[in-house]
């Protein structure tokens, strides 16, 4: 899946920024991420309130297809990102992947950001 890739650096003072289109290949997450995702994903929406079925579901359906968006390489920075629809790049990515496992409901979304 083509991907927008950036890069910036500064020079001289300035923050630079380059950006291109790539075909990126995300590594998919190991079987031992995965687990670690789903525990404390399934941990963190039943301490919000979701009850543990729901909790299971919607971690269950969030775990291959946010392995598949943001891979490995992009782990800590998914983690990291905030479910906005017009929030930065990887907020938005992420942000499309929880609207598809909710299918739009957004109270629900509300409530995990």
């Given at each position: 899946m083509p991907k927008i890739l950036c890069t910036r650096w500064g020079l001289a003072g300035l923050l630079v920024s380059a950006c291109g289109l790539v075909m990126a290949q995300n590594t998919p997450w190991m079987p031992?991420?995965?687990?670690?995702y789903l525990s404390q994903c399934?941990?963190?929406?039943v301490a919000?309130?979701?009850g543990a079925s729901k909790a299971q579901s919607i971690c269950g359906c969030l775990a291959p297809r946010l392995s598949q968006e943001f891979g490995i390489e992009e782990f800590d920075a998914m983690q990291a990102a905030h479910i906005?629809?017009?929030g930065a790049l990887i907020d938005r990515r992420l942000y499309r992947v929880v609207r598809?496992?909710?299918q739009g409901n957004a109270?629900?979304?509300r409530r995990l950001n």
């Open positions: 031992e991420l995965t687990r670690h399934n941990r963190g929406l919000q309130g979701f906005n629809p017009e598809a496992c909710l109270a629900l979304i």
